[in-house]
């Protein structure tokens, strides 16, 4: 069925992530990923001064239901991408996008030096846009990764130097 007129043209904003978004997390992560975190975890992640993020939600409703967040961890220069996420229904419209672009941003304005990431490598989605944001592949660990048919893949280290 064609997306409604009014539904198409949202837009969304990206806003810093806060502590008491940390159901919300817990419900997008679940969605996607086959060992989510939970709600504690999320919570005492974000109460780390280290680890920072921010939610897409519908431009001009602040309080809205985020529909992907990104969170990452800055520790002596290098930082890494914990986990990135967008709500099947609002993929390919840029916000998996403007979400690491906000976290490359704050890393620039912290003069970090590098961004390391890890993605399955079946996750043609994800690691095409990390391409496209710069990363380049940095390493593998083979067999690190176990799906729900018990098939194993490897996990690719990903990096962007940001000097
Ligand atoms: C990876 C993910 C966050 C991308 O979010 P998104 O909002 O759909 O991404 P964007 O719309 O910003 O895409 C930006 C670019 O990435 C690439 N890309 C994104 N999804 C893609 C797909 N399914 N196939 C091919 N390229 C894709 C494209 O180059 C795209 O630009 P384009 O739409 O102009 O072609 C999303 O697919 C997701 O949440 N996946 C499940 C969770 C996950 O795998 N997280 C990463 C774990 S390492």
Redesign the pocket.
Same mark, same amino acid.
Do not use: C
């Given at each position: 069925m064609p997306l409604l007129p009014s539904f198409r043209r949202k837009r969304f904003t990206v806003r810093p992530l806060e502590s008491d978004d940390s159901e919300t997390l817990a419900t997008l992560h679940e969605?996607?990923?086959a060992r989510p975190w939970t709600e504690d975890e999320f919570e005492s992640l974000l109460l780390q001064e280290n680890v920072f993020g921010f939610a897409?939600v519908e431009e001009g409703m602040s309080r809205a239901r985020p529909v992907?967040f990104?969170l990452a961890r800055l520790a002596a220069g290098e930082a890494e991408?914990l986990?990135?996420?967008?709500?099947?229904a609002? *993929? !390919?419209?840029?916000?998996?996008?403007?979400?690491?672009d906000a976290v490359l941003r704050t890393l620039h304005g912290e003069r970090a030096e590098v961004l390391f990431?890890?993605?399955?490598e079946k996750?043609?989605?994800?690691?095409?846009?990390? *391409? !496209?944001?710069g990363f380049r592949e940095a390493g593998r660990r083979p067999d690190y990764y176990r799906d729900s048919a018990a098939q194993r893949s490897s996990a690719i280290t990903m990096r962007r130097d940001l000097r």
């Amino acid at each position: 069925m064609p997306l409604l007129p009014s539904f198409r043209r949202k837009r969304f904003t990206v806003r810093p992530l806060e502590s008491d978004d940390s159901e919300t997390l817990a419900t997008l992560h679940e969605e996607d990923f086959a060992r989510p975190w939970t709600e504690d975890e999320f919570e005492s992640l974000l109460l780390q001064e280290n680890v920072f993020g921010f939610a897409a939600v519908e431009e001009g409703m602040s309080r809205a239901r985020p529909v992907g967040f990104v969170l990452a961890r800055l520790a002596a220069g290098e930082a890494e991408i914990l986990t990135v996420t967008v709500t099947r229904a609002f *993929r !390919r419209r840029g916000i998996g996008h403007a979400l690491m672009d906000a976290v490359l941003r704050t890393l620039h304005g912290e003069r970090a030096e590098v961004l390391f990431l890890e993605v399955d490598e079946k996750n043609q989605a994800a690691i095409a846009l990390y *391409r !496209r944001l710069g990363f380049r592949e940095a390493g593998r660990r083979p067999d690190y990764y176990r799906d729900s048919a018990a098939q194993r893949s490897s996990a690719i280290t990903m990096r962007r130097d940001l000097r």
